[in-house]
Nanobody, 123 residues
Framework: QVQLVESGGGLVQAGDSLRLSCAAS????????MGWFRQAPGKEREFVAT????????YDADSVKGRFIISRDNEKNTVYLQMNSLASEDTAVYYC????????????????WGQGTQVTVSS
């Protein structure tokens, strides 16, 4: 079993930066593909970024490309999402997720989920 706990969300102004963290428990963390997703009110959950078990493969959504950076530290069982140049459209609940196997952009393919952390960007 894997448990995920996100932190680092908050209220910021447009143009600011935030770094989200997701701490994972479980002995198999280093073998997991980790992903970040977000869900704005009234919208479906959408893919933000994903990173392979060893950090060698990273993918992110076009909407965050060049602004958000996903990384992981397997010694700390933690995955990060560095968010720069935040805009009002980035306002959402951000979720950390984990799966075994290959990277995926689809929420339904992830087995483990955190509780989410709210990010609000004021313009």
């Amino acid at each position: 079993q894997v448990q995920l706990v996100e932190s680092g969300g908050g209220l910021v102004q447009a143009g600011d930066s935030l770094r989200l963290s997701c701490a994972a428990s479980g002995r198999t963390y280093s073998s997991l593909v980790m992903g970040w997703f977000r869900q704005a009110p009234g919208k479906e959950r959408e893919f933000v970024a994903t990173i392979s078990w060893n950090g060698g493969a990273k993918y992110d959504a076009d909407s965050v490309k060049g602004r958000f950076i996903i990384s992981r530290d397997n010694e700390k069982n933690t995955v990060y999402l560095q968010m720069n140049s935040l805009a009002s459209e980035d306002t959402a609940v951000y979720y950390c997720a984990a799966r075994y196997g290959t990277s995926s952009r689809y929420p339904s393919t992830y087995r483990y989920w955190g509780q989410g952390t709210q990010v609000t960007v004021s313009s």
